[in-house]
């Protein structure tokens, strides 16, 4: 059979993780994403032909800034103060860590043809009761007016931190395409214990799940397969050729059930470790070129992923339809 493999990526500079923990560690690491991470992940992908959806915050892909006191405000039981409060109000040269138009640009010029989606306008947790309904709208509409100004589709959206919420609003924006939570090979109903066995398939190099779009509130939600982790703290203990394992158990899945498999990552988190990073990420891609190359393998974007699945319902109302 043929399968599918679909990379997106959340493109999100310091906007990621700030609430969490802001320092000089983290400006660093997004300054790197900017200078160096993006532009060599994009010429590997072109390189070997394949196409990603790159889910930008939408605020990493301005060059410039004033400040936002036009935004509702959010709050969190984890975070006090202003959500902008580290938004220097600035721009990329002399804050690349916050501002990365030109990463932005280079993405959507690129010499093989990427999908830009978003992450959100500036990485608020829409799952949360603390984002009111006012601010969830204003981040997706500004994602969408990047959209407008550089005449793109840009409607593939991927939740910050997956935690989904106005999928109503986010439609009634213009998105189309959701990234749904992974589907994992251990699950139970717990989400605590769902995390620690998320781990577990890590180090014990399980084959992730192909998965399949479905509708949700009207949108196309494609699950993830895999979440490629950082190798920081804990997480580099997860040896590399179990990391190896599970993204090639990945595609072989995939293939065996003609379905998809959804690798992620955020380009940041290739910072830690650069070098095994990306020879992992080189054999990934020298793999599913020779896949595709030999028909086994289809590459495509979140975008297309959801073109396809709403032309197979078509097709199958019109069948339906017609035997009526
Ligand atoms: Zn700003």
């Avoid at 990234?179 to 995390?195: K, L, Q």
């Amino acid at each position: 059979m043929r399968g599918t493999f679909v990379l997106s990526l959340d493109t999100e500079l310091a906007w990621g993780s700030f609430d969490k923990s802001f320092g000089p560690k983290l400006v660093r690491a997004a300054q790197w994403e900017n200078r160096e991470g993006i532009p060599r992940l994009l010429d590997l992908l072109c390189g070997h032909h394949i196409s990603a959806t790159w889910a930008f915050v939408g605020h990493a892909t301005l060059d410039h800034c004033t400040g936002h006191p036009e935004m509702e405000p959010v709050g969190y039981d984890w975070y006090s103060g202003d959500w902008f409060q580290h938004d220097p109000a600035s721009d990329e040269l002399r804050h690349p860590e916050w501002y990365a138009r030109s990463c932005f640009l280079k993405v959507l010029r690129a010499p093989y043809p990427q999908e830009i989606g978003f992450h959100s306008f500036s990485h608020v947790i829409f799952g949360n009761p603390g984002t009111p309904r006012k601010r969830a709208i204003q981040e997706f509409a500004a994602c969408r007016a990047i959209a407008r100004e550089f005449e793109i589709q840009g409607d593939a959206f991927v939740f910050p931190r997956n935690r989904a919420g106005f999928l109503d609003e986010l439609r009634e924006a213009g998105f189309r395409t959701i990234r749904a939570r992974d589907m994992s090979p251990i699950h139970t109903r717990y989400s605590a214990a769902n995390n620690v066995l998320g781990v577990l398939a890590d180090f014990f190099a399980l084959a992730p799940l192909a998965v399949s779009p479905y509708l949700d509130h009207g949108l196309v939600a494609l699950p993830g397969s895999l979440m490629l982790r950082a190798m920081d703290g804990w997480r580099r203990l997860i040896p590399l050729r179990a990391r190896r394992a599970r993204i090639m158990k990945g595609i072989d899945r995939c293939i065996r059930e003609g379905a998809i498999f959804h690798l992620w990552l955020h380009p940041i988190n290739l910072y830690r470790e650069e070098g095994k990073m990306f020879e992992l990420l080189e054999e990934c891609c020298e793999c599913v070129s020779l896949l595709r190359d030999r028909g086994d393998l289809r590459v495509a974007t979140m975008g297309e992923t959801a073109e396809k699945y709403l032309a197979s319902i078509e097709q199958g109302t019109k069948m339906i339809c017609a035997s009526a």
